[in-house]
């Protein structure tokens, strides 16, 4: 099957490139646009973020945002197989609800239960992802992002037009493996010379039925069980189209409203345990979401900023498998969020942030199968930060803050307002020279959420926020020239959470509570390097390194036999992989070939770290090859994707196990 797919692509190049030489006379008038090569300005950042971004994050062997975050290090992604499969992500060991994911500036929320599946989100309309330790190093910010342990941004496309430009149109069809059908299309306007139109929608089909191997070792060396099947109910139909209105004035001045809605059905895979094959559980999702955002500047020293949002998320979890408890469950989440923020520049040297945020979020809960309907919860949150920024000339950057932090839970539980602080710091030696030591400290809580506190037969209402406190330490180096581009960064993290939420058994079969009582340690180190060179005959050679070494353990209880133990699923190493080399023709053509590697070591999948726990390492070669083409008027590209080229048998997730080699094939147009 991958000879076939080479076979078309290289006959499509071939047909391409011969069509291209016929016409070239009839293009003549075709024009390229002269590119030079310039060393980059200094880094300003105080905590330097990972970043994809344009071409980059494109040239991925990545379908979801999910599988782009795979390349950030320090990254461990809970991931439960095929294209449907929900997705989440944990930073430096921290757990999902200590990472907040923005949108185009805006936190995603998700009061039920702290979580944001990032499979739902597509590259094919993402401009950048970036991933902040700690929390962005602008001070300009709302005020809840200065309460999470990690910040992750999504930015969505903007548009660009070149004069007498009114209209950009593109369209995408991507097809592949496991019935994998996902056209896509977009529409840019320019409505007047400082206000345009956005316009972006997808479909998402595949059946999601693989072929798996099922194969168990017991300590003894004997061999459980070794047979192969399909996985079952692992199908999805998914629907996303998105509009953005961008407004730009004087200067200084912008406005932007986006709406966003998300709709899909899809099956539930469920584990492979004790030879049950096929589960009968369906999950339906509608997430639908209207955010705006003004920005301005006073005086060239004053900055406001006013962020709204109205979401409106529904969900609906059926199960009718006869093994497993029935359940047929509709939850329905409102959110409403208002953040307004301000920044004096009193000095050139000195600057001052405040910003005040409030959201307010309602969950409905009908469990139609234990005969609980119609249960209503809410919550208003309160955040209230201020920040001070100095820089030191060229030499030291220091950036100190605080956020107080206040939640009324349902029946007007009000908690006590909670301050945490950040301390971050620069220094350069040598300002001339892109050579940084960055450090910080930094608090944050994680409140419980709904399903923590509420959820039947689970829920604590008493349960006390978690609290992080976080210490990190980074050497950071970068040189650019017109012949090579170097980026490399290591830092050494030492993170410590207490009060961890976990779920412990009341005592009956079936009956679990939710209680304060793990404490967690987390050392690690990250080390990555991005490497661009920038040979003759117009080929640039570029490459990404990432490496982790985390060691997360429980130190709740030195009575427990997990006392020390490596907490579940964070492995001691990990690291991929990515390397480019691209080639530009005269006229513009671009022919490229992309390889990727990702390694995750071995860990335990159960707090006890015992052979019967052990889960074994992974890792997966990916390819891809590219072209891109002038048919003018228009842009083409074609894409053929081979993940996982040597088909091994792993699982992210214990007894959810996830693809062999599979094929994605993408034809682009761009007008």
Same mark, same amino acid.
């Not at 969950?363 to 208003?380: I, N, Q």
């Given at each position: ?12 190049? /071939? ?139 999504? %930015? ?14 593109? /369209? ?34 595949? @059946? ?5 191997? +099922? ?46 809605? +998300? ?91 405040? #910003? ?34 100095? !820089? ?9 803050? /605080? ?12 908690? !006590? ?21 960055? #450090? ?8 419980? %959420? ?36 170097? #980026? ?14 976990? #779920? ?49 353990? @429980? ?23 990515? /390397? ?31 052979? +019967? ?59």
């Amino acid at each position: 099957m991958i000879k076939r797919y080479l076979f078309i692509f290289f006959a499509f190049c /071939a047909l391409s490139a011969f069509a291209q030489s016929e016409a070239d006379s009839l293009y003549n008038d075709f024009h390229i646009q002269e590119v030079e090569v310039t060393a980059r300005a200094l880094t300003k950042d105080v905590i330097v973020p990972q970043t994809l971004k344009g071409e980059e994050l494109q040239r991925l062997n990545a379908l979801s945002v999910a599988d782009a975050l795979r390349y950030f290090s320090g990254v461990q992604l809970k991931d439960y197989g095929g294209v449907g499969g929900i997705k989440t992500i944990n930073v430096r060991s921290m757990g999902s609800q200590h990472t907040a994911v923005y949108y185009n500036g805006i936190q995603l929320g998700n009061a039920q239960n702290g979580q944001v599946d990032l499979g739902r989100f597509s590259l094919d309309n993402m401009e950048e992802i970036q991933l902040f330790n700690g929390q962005k190093s602008d001070i300009f910010q709302s005020a809840r992002e200065f309460g999470a342990a990690g910040n992750v941004y999504l %930015t969505t496309r903007k548009p660009y037009f070149h004069p007498n430009e009114k209209v950009h149109v593109h /369209a995408q069809m991507r097809a592949g493996s496991f019935a994998l059908a996902n056209p896509n299309v977009g529409v840019d306007i320019k409505l007047t010379d400082a206000l345009s139109l956005t316009l972006d929608a997808e479909y998402v089909y595949s @059946d999601g039925k693989y072929p798996f191997r +099922y194969r168990r070792v017991l300590p003894t060396g004997e061999v459980a069980y070794d047979t192969t099947a399909i996985r079952q109910n692992g199908d999805v139909n998914a629907v996303r189209a998105e509009i953005g209105l961008h407004h730009y004035y004087r200067t200084t001045g912008f406005w932007r409203v986006h709406a966003y809605n +998300y709709y899909s059905e899809r099956g539930v895979p469920g584990a492979i345990v004790n030879n049950v094959w096929k589960n009968g559980e369906r999950l339906w999702d509608r997430n639908t979401f209207v955010q705006a955002q003004w920005q301005d500047e006073w005086f060239n020293r004053w900055s406001t900023r006013l962020l709204l949002k109205y979401a409106n998320d529904y969900t609906h979890y059926q199960n009718y498998d006869i093994k497993l408890l029935p359940s047929n469950n509709e939850y329905l989440q409102q959110e409403a969020y208002l953040s307004f923020a301000n920044k004096v520049q009193l000095f050139n040297w000195w600057d001052l942030s405040v #910003a005040y945020d409030y959201q307010y979020n309602t969950l409905k809960r009908d469990e139609w199968v234990s005969g609980v309907t119609d249960e209503r919860f809410d919550r208003h949150s309160h955040w209230l930060s201020a920040a001070t920024a100095f !820089n030191v000339k060229e030499y030291l950057r220091l950036q100190a803050s /605080a956020l107080m932090t206040q939640i009324t839970n349902h029946k007007s539980q009000i908690t !006590n307002p909670k301050i945490t602080p950040g301390i971050f710091a620069s220094f350069r030696p040598y300002p001339k020279i892109d050579l940084s030591l960055n #450090a910080f400290y930094k608090q944050s809580y994680r409140y419980p %959420t709904f399903n923590d506190l509420y959820y039947t037969d689970l829920g604590n209402a008493n349960l006390r926020p978690e609290l992080a406190r976080q210490h990190s330490i980074e050497l950071a180096y970068r040189k650019a020239t017109k012949a090579y581009d170097l #980026a490399f960064s290591a830092s050494y993290y030492y993170n410590r959470v207490t009060d961890k939420i976990i #779920a412990y058994p009341k005592g009956q079969q079936f009956r679990w509570t939710m209680l304060n009582l793990g404490t967690v340690k987390i050392n690690g180190v990250d080390a990555k390097a991005d490497m661009s060179f920038y040979l003759p005959l117009r080929f640039v050679l570029r490459s990404r390194l990432g490496y982790t070494y985390q060691k997360a353990i @429980d130190v709740t209880n030195p009575n427990d036999t997990y006392y020390g133990h490596q907490i579940p699923y964070i492995p001691w190493h990990s690291g991929s992989v990515v /390397a480019e080399l691209d080639w530009t023709s005269k006229r513009g053509d671009h022919y490229g070939f992309s390889y990727s590697f990702i390694y995750v070591g071995e860990r335990y999948s159960q707090q006890e770290n015992t052979i +019967y726990n052990y889960v074994q390492p992974w890792y997966t070669h990916d390819l891809s090859i590219y072209g891109e083409w002038n048919v003018q008027p228009c842009r083409l590209k074609a894409n053929i994707e081979i993940n996982n080229l040597l088909g091994q048998d792993y699982e992210v997730i214990q007894n959810y196990p996830m693809p062999k080699q599979n094929v994605r094939c993408t034809v682009a147009l761009k007008y």
